[in-house]
């Protein structure tokens, strides 16, 4: 299970700056989380990846990425691995493909269910052995066959339907386009975290947006709903949610 976090902002900015004070707060939840740590940062259609197999907040890595990294958009995702799958970089998240990238959290079970369903050209791209990798792969064939969003609302429709999971939470930015799935089972949280585990929340203002996992100070946030899709429009600030 993980931690997830995504914005979008009018100007240049580091990720700290953009939340504020209480980022530190969402730091510490690495301390959990710590199985690796990953960071894309978007500028355009060009995007920046950084990762790495260890806790965040302990990291002086993860620190100098931080403050030297000021764009418009990111994702950062904190890995508490799955039992059985290997903890390293290739299994970090998030995963990038030319400008889309996507974090992910929770688990798709089985772990390889989704081979069948994705394109060769993509699965030739694997590096690690996690659900999220191959969730990723599925997304790309998807959207090489229906195009972006056709292809975002189909491979969610697909998960949604046809697969067991305890969560699908998952963020996924494109130069145009940030989109933020909450799609859980609450009943399948971990056994130690409390009922809001699998929330996420968002606040929008006129700088833009930001998204995260619970377990923070997010107060004036708002819930998004669970089986609910929020797309928000990178080219002129507008957004929407939609129930599944």
């Known amino acids: 299970m993980c931690r997830l976090m995504a914005y979008v ?7 700290p ?11 510490e939840l690495s301390r959990i989380h710590k ?10 259609s060009t995007t920046q990846v950084a990762k790495k197999a260890l806790a965040a907040a302990d990291d002086d890595y993860f620190s100098e990425t931080l403050s030297n990294s000021k764009t418009e958009s990111g994702l950062l995702h904190f890995r508490w691995a799955t039992p059985g799958l290997a903890i390293d970089e290739n299994n970090s998240h998030p995963f990038v493909h030319n400008d889309i990238s996507l974090i992910h959290n929770g688990s798709i079970i089985p772990y390889d ?69 909450s799609e859980h089972d609450p009943d399948k949280k971990p ?19 930001a998204v995260a996992s619970s377990g923070w100070n997010q107060d004036g946030w708002e819930l998004l709903p669970n089986h609910s899709l929020l797309i928000f429009d ?11």
């Open 9 to 15: 902002s009018r100007t240049p900015t580091t990720l």
């Open 17 to 27: 700056e953009f939340v504020g004070n209480d980022f530190s707060e969402f730091l």
């Open 35 to 44: 199985d690796g740590w990953g960071l894309a940062y978007s500028e355009g």
């Open 113 to 181: 269910s989704l081979l069948p369903l994705i394109s060769p050209k993509f699965l030739a791209l694997r590096k690690g052995t996690t659900d999220s990798e191959l969730y990723f792969f599925f997304l790309l064939t998807n959207i090489d066959e229906l195009g972006l969003e056709a292809g975002v609302k189909s491979t969610i429709e697909t998960l949604r339907r046809n697969f067991s999971y305890t969560s699908i939470n998952s963020m996924i930015m494109t130069p145009d386009q940030l989109f933020i799935l």
């Open 191 to 209: 056994d130690w975290a409390d009922e809001f585990y699998y929330e996420l929340r968002y606040r929008i203002n006129k700088d833009g947006i």
């Open 234 to 244: 990178r080219r002129n600030f507008t957004f929407t949610v939609s129930s599944l």
